[in-house]
């Protein structure tokens, strides 16, 4: 098998990782953090969501964190946005990338934005035309592609339908989420077989929960079938408040560990990433669940066997 050189690391920790943690991590540890991952190498981190701050009061202080952080040239600084509202905030804010997000089951995309699929088109079409207009560039995810906490499997012709409506109205990039992590190889195979006949591989990534351990395993069927932009992480933080049983995202550290390990360059400074995952760790009070990080933090300590 051919690797690539390259892959394209996006790190949603300081969104996707911390609104599911119940405590609320100060605005002033999280600028801290996002500063530290912006100085790690990595070129992309999303770094707060612009949803109505009272079904995520985590992430109540988006607009302080996001004019607070010192931006690096080259970095793209990325938030999450429901409507036009929250883009006026994210706006205001100046986030270079607006992520809009959905659903591929309708059970999921009713308890998440309280929409059907078919009522949440025409929000999603405003809210990237007005992104556009703005000169800003948008991006799209894909919840529950691989399965749903309320319907199980997913129907594939939606994930079709919704991938398709949401590169017509204009995003740059689509990412198909693995929201409650059941996605197993075989299936990732199966469904970028269908997609990658539609959309050109440079423009999907991939988002993987690491629920049941599978996560890295997707990555590399991903890799092989042309994927090379991948969301994770760091210290595996995240979940899904609208999916029950969600655990973390697939930790940033164990995948630059894989990747480096590979010989497939990423940009991203291994010790700066242990630094900032540390960091974190202790704002949370609890033990990050990243492999890599607790074996590196073991031998720091000298703790091997």
Same mark, same amino acid.
């Given at each position: 098998? %051919? ?26 540890? %999280? ?18 969501? &612009? ?19 010192? %931006? ?22 100046? #986030? ?28 999603? =079409? ?5 992104? #556009? ?22 129907? #594939? ?38 997609? @990658? ?10 988002? &993987?929960?690491? =629920? ?7 990555? @590399? ?12 992480? @760091? ?37 700066? @990433?242990?630094?900032?995952?540390? &960091?974190?760790?202790? %704002? #949370? ?21």
């Amino acid at each position: 098998m %051919k690797w690539p050189e390259n892959v394209t690391i996006k790190e949603v920790g300081p969104r996707d990782g911390l609104q599911n943690e119940k405590a609320f991590i100060s605005t002033e540890d %999280k600028i801290t953090w996002i500063n530290q991952l912006s100085e790690s190498g990595l070129k992309h981190i999303e770094i707060t969501s &612009f949803v109505n701050p009272k079904w995520i009061p985590v992430l109540s202080d988006a607009i302080a964190v996001a004019t607070g952080i010192t %931006k690096v040239p080259g970095v793209t600084y990325t938030a999450l946005v429901p409507n036009l509202q929250g883009l006026e905030r994210a706006l205001k804010a100046n #986030i270079d990338e607006v992520a809009v997000f959905m659903s591929a089951s309708e059970t999921h995309n009713l308890k998440n934005i309280n929409k059907t699929i078919g009522e949440t088109f025409p929000v999603l =079409t405003d809210l990237v035309r007005e992104t #556009i207009s703005a000169g800003k560039v948008s991006r799209g995810y894909i919840s529950a592609v691989f399965g749903c906490p309320h319907e199980g499997v997913v129907d #594939i012709d939606t994930v079709i339908r919704v991938s398709e409506t949401l590169f017509e109205m204009g995003i740059e990039e689509l990412s198909l989420g693995d929201t409650i992590g059941v996605a197993n190889p075989k299936q990732v195979q199966e469904v970028l077989e269908v997609l @990658l006949k539609r959309f050109p591989a440079a423009k999907i990534a991939m988002h &993987f929960h690491d =629920t049941r351990g599978t996560a890295l395993a997707n990555i @590399l069927v991903s890799l092989e079938m042309g994927i090379t932009i991948f969301d994770s992480s @760091l210290g595996g933080l995240g979940g899904c408040p609208y999916a029950p049983g969600a655990s973390g995202n697939v930790a940033t550290d164990d995948l630059l560990y894989m990747f480096n390990g590979m010989g497939i360059h990423t940009g991203a400074d291994q010790k700066k @990433l242990l630094h900032a995952s540390q &960091f974190i760790q202790e %704002k #949370i009070g609890r033990p990050l669940p990243s492999r890599s990080f607790q074996a590196a933090s073991s031998q720091k300590l000298g703790n091997t066997v």
